[in-house]
């Protein structure tokens, strides 16, 4: 796609690791100018955080994951005339993203009102872990360490389990997106003030944000905590029966939200015991224990041709090697290459983006640390 929604911004990324970077590949999927401004030779943290230890090009395949179509700015920040032409280059920036704690910004002279000096119309837009003040401040800003914090680990899993933790970055992702909302959203402030705008978001507010359905039961149940199934397979602490996932006879089936009358008496159970949808709430462990009883003496596409022939939401529970395999799974087109810069390719999934009826790709792969400097000087600092 040759004209991108955000063709001729540049971006200033003094981000690292996961929630600020991956703010930054999405805009410049969507087709910025996106600078990383890294420190010599090492450059940013996140090159050496891997994923099963897996690296790629002198760099975590994890970083080349999330630093696709960037580009890369060595600089000294405590070195007078690398930060001379790092100011020079923020005076021709559109926005600059950071995740450093509080305080770090501040001491080099690049915190938000100095920056608004240089640049009045510039869209600074900031990751911490908890906020710029308060007890947690200065904490480290990690994905676990907030899930474990914000209460989200005691939702997922039985309960017998104990705290159970997402196996994904799930806060850092969730946060890349509202760092994203708000960059976009302070563009469209910008435009029609010409001002600069200030974007702050946090890891433990994302982590509440994601929250929201479930905080607000809390509030509004007389603070009752969650109340995880003790049948294992349950699938939330709130929802009532049948919201969960059931052992079949050659692996597993997904019950969404349905009416537990209609599919115990499609699977043979007396419907009539559950005509009252309060017991879906009430004896939701029972009801789940009574279904899994029966559901695992059939295949999970036995149980599925089944129940949407009656209406029932449901799906078998696949692995990656199965999904993958998939006519649906084809039909998103989500997978592209990237081309390293020795001519292998890696393979990753896309932007999530359609625009105008396209699909936005970029084979170009993660910079290597200052690659770009002879051309940044050249677009930007050249007089």
Known sequence: ??????????????????????AGLRLADLGARVVKIERPVKGEGGRQIAIKNIFVDESSLVFHTINRNKESYAADLKNEQDLADISALIKKADVITHNFRPGVMEKIGLDYESVKVLNPKIIYATVTGY???????????????????????????????????????????????H?????????LKRSQTGQSVLVEVSLLESALDMQFEVLTTHFNDGKKLPQRSGVRGGGHAYLSAPYGLYKTADGYLALAMGDVQKIASTIGLPGERYQDASVWFSQRDQILANLGEVLCRKRTDEWV????AVG????????????????GFAQTAMLQEVRLQDGTALQTTRSVYGIDGQY???DKPAP???????????DYLRS
């Open 131 to 177: 906020g710029n003040e308060g007890p947690w401040a200065k904490k480290p800003g990690q994905d676990l360490l907030v899930q474990s914090l914000s209460g989200l680990s005691w939702l997922s899993g039985s309960d017998k389990d104990g705290p159970v933790p997402f196996g994904l970055a799930v806060v850092d992702m969730y946060c890349a997106t």
């Open 1 to 22: 796609m040759d004209n991108k929604p955000l063709a001729g911004l540049l971006v200033l990324e003094f981000s690292q690791f996961m929630a600020g970077p991956t």
């Open 312 to 327: 029932i939401w449901c799906g078998p529970v696949q692995d990656y090697q199965t999904f993958l395999q998939e006519d």
């Open 368 to 378: 290597k640390v200052g690659q770009d400097n002879k051309t940044i000087v050249e």
């Open 305 to 308: 041709k089944l129940l949407e």
């Open 360 to 362: 936005l790709y970029g």
């Open 179 to 187: 760092l994203t909302q708000g960059i976009l959203a302070a563009l």
